[in-house]
C-alpha cells in the first residue's frame, strides 16, 4: 500500500457492517468510499504537478508542512492530513475480536495519567464534545513522554504539533449523523465499544521503541 505519490485509498481493515450496532454499515460506506477517497484523490491532484514532492511520505508533508511552498501549505494540512486522520481513525476502530479496553504499557501510562480508564473517557468525551464544528479529538505522547488529550479542527494533525497519535475520534458530522443525527454525546460513548485498543498499544510501543 503506498503511503507516498501517487496515494491510494486503503481499504478498510474490516467488513463495513463490522462495527454494527455501534457504528453502522452506511456510515462507514460512505466515510470511507466517498470522504476517505475525495482526500486521497484530491492529495494526488495537488502532489501531481510537484515531482520533487513524489518520494515524501504522507507523514514527511504533515510534519514539515512549514517547509512547503506557501501556496501547497493549506491544500497539503487539509488533504494530507485527511487521509492520514482517516487512516488512523479506521485503523483504531475494531470488529469483535480485538481489546476494547486498554491492555498493556499504554493501560498503565492511562491509569498513571488519568488516575483510572474510566476517567480518561470522561475526560476524552469531554474534549471530543468540546470541539466546535469540524474535527478530532486524540490522545497523544507529548515531548515529555507524557499522555495528553487535545483536539484539531478541520484535518489538522498532530503531527504538525510535534505530537505523537496513540488514540482518535472524528468527530466531523459525516462521521456519526446518518445513525446520531445531532447526537454526538451518544456517538462517542459508543465510539468506546469499538475503540481497538490492541493497536493504540502497537502506537504507543511503537513510540519508545
Ligand atoms: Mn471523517
Known sequence: ??????????????EYNALEPHID????????DKHLKA???????????????????LETFLCNIHSLPNTLQTPIRN????????????????????NSIPIGNLAEKIEKDFGSYENFKE????????????????????????LKIITTANQNTPLELNLYPV?????????YYLKYNNRR???????FSVLNFKKAE??????FA
Open 1 to 14: 500500500m503506498s503511503n507516498r505519490y501517487p496515494f491510494e485509498l486503503k481499504p478498510l481493515p474490516y
Open 25 to 32: 454499515e452506511a456510515t462507514m460506506k460512505l466515510h470511507h
Open 39 to 57: 482526500y486521497v484523490d484530491k492529495l494526488n491532484e495537488i502532489v501531481g504537478p510537484y515531482p520533487e514532492f513524489h518520494n515524501w511520505y
Open 79 to 98: 488533504n494530507a492530513g485527511g487521509v492520514y486522520n482517516h487512516n488512523l481513525f479506521f485503523s483504531l476502530l475494531s470488529s469483535k475480536d480485538t
Open 123 to 146: 475526560k476524552f468525551k469531554e474534549a471530543a464534545l468540546s470541539r466546535f464544528g469540524s474535527g478530532y479529538a486524540w490522545l497523544v505522547i507529548d515531548r515529555n513522554k507524557n
Open 167 to 175: 488514540l482518535v475520534i472524528d468527530v466531523w458530522e459525516h462521521a
Open 185 to 191: 454525546n451518544e456517538y462517542i460513548d459508543n465510539f
Open 202 to 207: 502497537e502506537l504507543y510501543n511503537r513510540f
